[in-house]
């Protein structure tokens, strides 16, 4: 079983709506947790960081972690066209190191005008 | 401004040819990584640092060499030996110990073509 899971998409929504992004790990990696938004042909960018149970929001990101279900997903409101890019989950292992991220293969988003 | 950097961010190089990617930060950061991203795939790491004149094998380190001499710099060496060297390679920089910590934050990347 891989480590850290995603719906590779593409996942549609119309602009405005709300997107969720979904993501699940196995036992091993369950200790912080971290999504990247990538577009087309650049390097990721680091949006959200969470570490505990329940929601978190910035602006129109919420992150939502469920430990216990072992699911962190990524909701985006008022989606707009320049969210289209594609959505990578990370998440560190319990081992203590600065190695250990690992990372989903993404979603791709695309938000339609 | 504070970031990452890396250079160049195209390279052309012929098969058989060593080649060496730059990576720079000033985020004062302690530990550096290097991936590289394959299209459909998710990031590899390759190698990574904490400290300086440290540095620590990732998953698919076979064919590449780094150094850590200094502690804003990472540079990472593809060598010949290194099957299927094409790919678009990131660097990245993160502080260590504590909740906030372990956050990676990349640089541009480099797109390597070997032909």
């Known amino acids: 079983q891989k480590e850290v899971e995603q719906n590779s998409g593409p996942l549609s929504v119309p602009e405005g709506a709300i997107a969720s992004l979904n993501c699940t790990y196995s036992?091993?990696?369950?200790?912080?947790f971290f999504w990247y938004r990538q577009y087309s042909g650049k390097s990721p960018e680091l949006i959200m960081s969470?570490?505990?149970?329940g929601d978190k929001e910035d602006g129109r990101f919420t992150a939502q972690l469920n430990k216990a279900s072992q699911y962190v997903s990524l909701l985006i409101r008022d989606s707009q066209p320049s969210d289209s890019a594609t959505y990578l989950c990370?998440?560190?292992?319990?081992?203590?190191?600065?190695?250990?991220?690992?990372f989903g293969t993404g979603t791709r988003l695309t938000v339609i005008p | 401004d504070g970031g990452i950097t890396q250079s160049p961010k195209y390279l052309f190089r012929k098969e058989g040819q060593n080649v060496t990617l730059s990576c720079e930060q000033n985020l004062n950061h302690d530990a550096m990584y290097w991936y590289r991203q394959d299209p459909g795939q998710g990031l590899r790491l390759i190698y990574y640092?904490?400290?300086?004149?440290?540095?620590q094998k990732g998953d698919i380190a076979e064919g590449y060499s780094v150094s850590r001499e200094k502690k804003e710099s990472f540079p990472l060496t593809v060598t010949s030996a290194q099957k299927n060297p094409t790919a678009f390679y990131l660097c990245?920089?993160?502080?260590?110990?504590?909740?906030?910590?372990?956050?990676?934050?990349f640089g541009p990347g480099t797109r390597l073509t070997v032909t």
């Open positions: 640092s904490q400290i300086v004149n440290d540095f």
């Open positions: 990245a920089s993160s502080s260590v110990g504590g909740q906030g910590s372990y956050e990676q934050y």
């Open positions: 969470i570490y505990s149970n």
């Open positions: 990370a998440v560190r292992g319990l081992e203590t190191g600065a190695n250990n991220l690992f």
């Open positions: 036992d091993r990696v369950s200790q912080s």
